[in-house]
């Protein structure tokens, strides 16, 4: 896993992205109480519950290099069954001891890649990991019999899973004694809907846009636009309805984008009318990779056999003139 590729989804982790917006926080399942498998009986119910705050890592990560490296090599050996390279290992070290991101947002960098989740593992498999790289030690037969049970049976998905096991008393006790945040709570508060659908197709720039195209169906009201309504109230009407304009469409994927870490802004412009003249419209746009790029979601909800509105400069053929546009934020 090179460094490049860990700017892929929420492994775009940035110290710029991480300024911007924290990470989230909020326990997607509250378990079994009374279970004796460490992660459902002692999971908190409250993203409050949780010490997340910077007092709690102040127990400087430096002093505990050794700590977050082994951290770091456990999760290359059981999640991409293979040593660090140095790169990588300095890298997600260097966030870690600079309290730039959490344990939780480590993992998912991890369990995310395409290292992977190229893998064929089982569910077993797969909580088994879970268990050796959040707790540090093996599954006990009762717990892992109840992961897999909710896995396979559809009750959680697996990033749901690993959302749950981070938001365990055990995994929060161990990154403390690690010297690191276990993960950071400000984006969930301030994106609540954005996140549960990345907890639901997983924490992927391209998961969340084919969500945004296939999830939310169009509606012409030209009153949902920049002058009636903020990015955030646009949004929350395309998660909550699932219903919206082209400007719904590019709010709520500039939410995820921005729980994601990327540098992303909503625009408002004109493009052609098949009535002639132009029309209002909007999009997103996301610097990266010193290069800014468009993403047009409704433009391929409108024909995605023939439309692809994925990731492009400005000028592509095939997609729109866009003109007189500006950043809503």
């Known amino acids: 896993m090179k460094r490049v590729s860990h700017f892929s989804g929420i492994i775009a982790v940035t110290v710029a992205a991480c300024i911007v917006a924290g990470?989230?926080?909020?326990?997607?399942?509250?378990?079994?109480?009374?279970?004796?498998?460490?992660?459902?009986?002692?999971?908190?119910?409250?993203?409050?519950?949780l010490d997340t705050s910077a007092d709690a890592a102040d127990e400087a990560?430096?002093?505990?290099?050794?700590?977050?490296?082994?951290?770091?090599?456990?999760?290359?050996?059981?999640?991409?069954?293979?040593s660090s390279d140095e790169e990588g290992l300095e890298y997600w070290s260097n966030a870690l001891i600079d309290d730039e991101i959490g344990g939780y947002e480590t993992s998912l960098g991890f369990f995310n890649s395409d290292e992977f989740t190229s893998r064929d593992i089982s569910t077993e498999e797969f909580v088994t990991i879970c268990y050796n790289t959040f707790l540090d030690r093996a599954p006990d037969e009762t717990g892992l019999a109840y992961w897999v049970d909710a896995i396979d049976s559809g009750e959680l998905t697996r990033n749901q899973t690993i959302s749950s096991f981070c938001s365990s008393e055990e995994f929060t006790e161990l990154c403390q004694n690690i010297g690191i945040r276990s993960r950071f709570p400000q984006?969930?508060?301030v994106y609540p809907e954005a996140c549960a659908v990345l907890d639901s197709v997983g924490w992927d720039l391209r998961a969340a846009y084919d969500w945004c195209v296939h999830n939310i169906s169009y509606v012409r009201d030209q009153s949902m636009n920049d002058t009636n309504y903020t990015s955030h109230q646009l949004a929350r009407i395309g998660f909550t309805t699932h219903g919206g304009n082209c400007y719904v469409y590019a709010a709520c994927f500039y939410e995820l984008a921005m729980c994601l870490g990327y540098d992303a802004h909503q625009i408002s412009g004109m493009v052609p009318s098949r009535r002639g003249g132009n029309t209002i419209h909007s999009w997103v746009e996301i610097d990266m990779d010193q290069s800014m790029y468009v993403f047009d979601p409704e433009f391929e909800y409108v024909d995605p056999v023939n439309r692809d509105g994925w990731q492009f400069h400005y000028g592509r053929p095939g997609t729109w003139v866009y003109v007189s546009h500006y950043r809503m934020n």
């Open 61 to 82: 990560a430096s002093d505990n290099v050794d700590a977050v490296r082994e951290f770091v090599e456990r999760l290359y050996g059981y999640c991409l069954s293979r």
């Open 23 to 49: 990470y989230p926080s909020a326990l997607l399942r509250a378990a079994e109480q009374g279970s004796d498998t460490a992660v459902p009986a002692e999971a908190a119910e409250d993203p409050g519950d």
């Open 187 to 189: 984006i969930r508060n």
